[in-house]
């Protein structure tokens, strides 16, 4: 079983920067569809952007325009670049397959306040 190993969260200002990335112990090149999710405290998790093996790329509203997912295939790495964070992405932020079939990580937390 693949297992998925996210970081880069931390404690960042609104209109601030963060990557996350999320490393997988084995391939990744053949899974159609990797995804980053999020689950804020208090509510369900939710899918924030996913990513075909083809390049196809899908974003929930409320990142569009914001965020920016893209995958390494050859560094089993799936990658989420966040800009102009609101406080509302405060959450714990994880990524597995879309949809998820993968023992989900420890995720890594991202907390945007001034």
């Known amino acids: 079983q693949v297992q998925l190993v996210e970081s880069g969260g931390g404690l960042v200002q609104p209109g601030g920067s963060l990557r996350l990335s999320c490393a997988a112990s084995?391939?990744?090149?053949?899974?159609?569809?990797m995804g980053w999710y999020r689950q804020a405290p208090g509510k369900q998790r939710e899918l924030v952007a996913h990513?075909?093996?083809?390049?196809?790329?899908n974003y929930a509203d409320s990142v569009k325009g914001r965020f920016t997912i893209s995958r390494d295939n050859a560094k089993n790495t799936v990658y989420l670049e966040m800009n102009s964070l609101k406080p509302e992405d405060t959450a714990v932020y994880y990524c597995?397959?879309?949809?998820?079939?993968?023992?989900w990580g420890q995720g890594t937390q991202v907390t945007v306040s001034s």
């Open positions: 990513i075909r093996s083809v390049g196809w790329i």
């Open positions: 597995n397959t879309a949809p998820p079939v993968l023992i």
């Open positions: 084995g391939s990744i090149s053949r899974v159609a569809s």
